[in-house]
């Protein structure tokens, strides 16, 4: 009986993790869409909150979806660094080649 009552604990508050994640996720989308939409703020700026804005998001993603926290094992942090050396090399691929792209399909007159 004891054991089934820990079960549904622990079922709860891995709900409310997930509940608080999709939350925070969806609050840290929604506004940066809405500064942009709006143009509340200088570029610049507005660029600078975006990132900041994607940073906590990352950080929302680790905690509450991939269950990472900041005093885990080696293993984690070995698998943490591994994935954001494929999403830069990834990212930089992308920018590499649609640079590429722009300035070979570039029109004569355009600069």
Known sequence: MESQTK??????????????????????????????QWMAMPRVTLLIIIGAFALVQ???????????????????LQLILFSTVLLIIMVAGTIWIMASLATRMALPGSP
């Open 7 to 36: 079960a549904a604990q622990e079922e709860r508050k891995e709900f409310r993790s997930y509940a608080w994640g999709i939350g925070l996720a969806l609050l840290l989308t929604v506004v940066p869409f809405g500064l942009v």
């Open 58 to 76: 990352m950080l929302v993603h680790f905690r509450f979806f991939l269950h990472i926290g900041f005093r885990q094992k080696r293993e984690d």
